[in-house]
């Protein structure tokens, strides 16, 4: 890192929304997020990290495909967003606000406060039950991930889960239970987000959806070939529907078959400067997949997520390009979201 502009990447870091937009929370129990403790991300790292805004994420793992075991992922779901949304009353130093539109981000970031972001993975926990989409909603969350690891009855995953019988492909993308929760998505207000999707179901996601789609953590198949990133022409796809890549710190997805330790910021922002060179700065953005696997050498959690700016600044990218790829971009595919709900 260059000594020289560390400071003035400091104070830029410092005063940009800063917005993860993918953290995994623990379930049922963990450490204290108000506490500074074993996992990535608490309030005490995202203060030292200068870290304004976080998506907290509501994952749900895949399992059998029955009627109980849906009902199960969907319960999970919905108390795991209540915990979320019980951290704003949490009486501490720390001032924590729930922040489920793009202006309430901002305004957080104004009002000295940490923006926590309540949002789901998995879209199991739909079932065939579409009208859970509103009630995720109710409780904030502001995206989906329409899959993780295996099919589900909305859409296709990217990695079939052999263990669960999936075949490659089920439904050659989304099913049309599936372009119908995109419908009920887009009428309540929630980003469509494609990480850990199929090609087939990312691409008819772009197309069903009538906001942009965003895929909150993926990294670039060009630099390492793996099924959770995009493609060149999967990222033309989110350039033509004004969406958003959310580059990940998953070392797997960085470099092929690493271990976190052996990959550094310098290799999380090649993904930056190919994904920005492909589809343009509008379209790409940053998060970590904390505490969900993501982590490398020095951006081991929240607390260094300075480093990230160090980089880029390094590489020349200005404050209105970190700007953009700390939040910017991603609070712009929100208000389009948000505009479009009834």
């Known amino acids: 890192m260059n000594d020289a502009i560390q400071p003035d990447a400091l104070s830029i870091h410092r005063t940009i929304v800063t917005l993860d937009t993918h953290i995994d929370i623990p379930w049922p129990t963990g450490p204290d997020p108000f506490q500074d403790g074993t996992r990535r991300v608490d309030l005490p790292k995202m203060i030292r990290g200068g870290l304004s805004a976080a998506c907290f994420v509501a994952y749900v793992p895949q399992t059998g495909r029955t009627p109980a075991a849906e009902d199960a992922a969907y319960h999970r779901a919905i108390a795991m967003l209540d915990q979320i949304n019980e951290m704003a009353a949490v009486d501490s130093p720390v001032v924590v606000r729930i922040a489920n539109r793009a202006d309430a981000i901002v ?15 998995n879209g199991f926990a739909v079932g065939a039950d579409l009208t859970r ?26 990695n079939p889960r052999r263990d669960l019988g999936d075949r490659e492909a089920e439904h050659g993308g989304l099913s049309a239970l599936g372009r119908q929760a995109i419908g009920m998505m887009n009428r309540v207000g929630m980003l ?15 197309e069903e959806s009538r906001s942009p ?43 092929p078959n690493a271990r976190p330790e052996d990959v550094k910021v310098s290799d999380f922002a090649d993904h930056i400067d190919y994904a920005v060179n492909r589809i343009g700065i509008d379209h790409v953005g940053i998060s970590s997949d904390f505490d969900g696997g993501g982590w490398i050498s020095d951006w081991r959690d929240a607390s260094q997520s300075p480093n990230i700016t160090i980089e880029l600044m390094r590489r020349g990218y200005d404050r209105g390009a970190l ?14 979201a948000e505009g479009l709900s009834v």
């Not at 993926?218 to 969406?243: E, P």
């Not at 939040?327 to 389009?336: S, T």
Request: proline share 1%; glycine share 4%; aromatic share 6%.
């Open 107 to 121: 305004a957080a970031k104004a009002d000295g406060v940490l923006a926590i972001v309540p949002c789901v993975e």
């Open 133 to 158: 989409i509103a009630a995720f909603r109710a409780r904030g969350a502001i995206y989906m991930t329409m899959t993780h690891n295996g099919h589900n009855a909305l859409a296709d995953s990217c």
């Open 323 to 336: 700007e953009k790829l700390w939040g910017a971009n991603f609070l712009r595919v929100m208000r389009v």
């Open 213 to 255: 789609i965003v895929s909150t953590h993926s990294c670039v198949s060009a630099l390492c070939d793996h099924s959770r990133n995009m493609t060149d022409w999967q990222l033309d796809v989110i350039r033509d529907v004004h969406g958003v890549i959310q580059i990940t710190a998953v070392a797997a997805f960085l470099k």
């Open 192 to 206: 469509v987000d494609v990480a850990h999707t199929s090609r087939d179901t990312m691409v008819q996601a772009a």
